[in-house]
């Protein structure tokens, strides 16, 4: 062995756990592509979504297992970028948007440059120490994940009421920039990161969970559709609690 050369340690499999998670999140949206093309649109909606569990594992066992790193930060942004970015405009464009060539080419464009800044701008936030610890319980923006389920709603609802629910070219394509425009805005939305739960709560939180999951195998493009649009009104919410918890931080 050369002279000052370390001998490189074998790594412990669970270290490579989260990049796999990760690597399955690119996978099933770049399989929701394929779907799309096949214009197999329940499956496409299915693998982004699938995408999105992946996505939410790996942060989760990676932070679990305390192996962290910064190769699987930037390879989560990347995965990130195509799933939730480029797949969800490719779906919408193949679905409906192509009617509308030009225009909805524009609004595919426009939602996945979106997406793109979204996630680069989170990158550099996570460098930011000087934000408050309660500021962790929000994002900036909506989430790339969240973006991505917003953006799939106008085909959700078709799958759950047929073609009757189907929104004109345009509509579809505002839509996608709107949602494009919220995931780059300073808006504060609510994140899971941060909040804790009273005891009292924890068995009504289980058995919401076991509905939701019940719903979603009985009524799935239903159950989705709900999610998207509390979400939405959950907006205005986040935005408050940001603003009075910021005013509180003030005056102390």
């Not at 800044?117 to 990158?123: C, D, E, G, T, Y």
């Not at 930011?128 to 923006?141: C, I, M, N, R, V």
């Not at 991505?148 to 106008?154: D, R, W």
């Not at 709900?226 to 931080?249: C, I, K, M």
């Amino acid at each position: 062995m050369a002279p000052g050369l370390r001998p490189r340690k074998d790594l412990p499999l669970t270290r490579l756990l989260p990049n796999m998670l990760t690597l399955l999140s690119l996978c099933s949206g770049l399989t929701g592509m394929r779907f799309a093309i096949q214009q197999r649109w329940h499956e496409a909606v299915l693998a982004i979504l699938a995408a999105a569990i992946f996505d939410v594992l790996d942060g989760r066992v990676a932070r679990m297992l305390n192996i962290a790193s910064k190769f699987g930060a930037e390879l989560d942004s990347l995965s990130d970028a195509i799933s939730f970015g480029v797949v969800p405009g490719f779906v919408m464009y193949e679905w409906a948007l192509r009617y509308d060539a030009n225009f909805g080419w524009i609004a595919v464009l426009v939602y996945s440059v979106c997406t793109a800044l979204r996630l680069a701008r989170f990158n550099t936030m996570l460098e930011d120490h000087a934000a408050p610890l309660w500021a962790k319980s929000y994002f900036t923006g909506v989430p790339a994940p969240a973006g991505a389920g917003l953006a799939l709603l106008p085909l959700m609802l078709v799958l759950q009421f047929g073609e009757g629910a189907a929104a004109p070219t345009p509509v579809i394509a505002f839509w996608l920039m709107l949602i494009g425009g919220l995931m780059v805005s300073r808006l504060p939305t609510l994140s899971m990161k941060g909040h804790r739960v009273k005891p009292v709560w924890v068995a009504p939180i289980f058995v919401l969970v076991v509905l939701c999951v019940a719903a979603l195998i009985t009524k799935p493009w239903l159950t989705l559709s709900a999610v998207d649009l509390l979400y939405v009104a959950s907006l205005p919410t986040g935005w408050y609690l940001y603003r009075r918890r910021a005013r509180e931080e003030e005056q102390q």
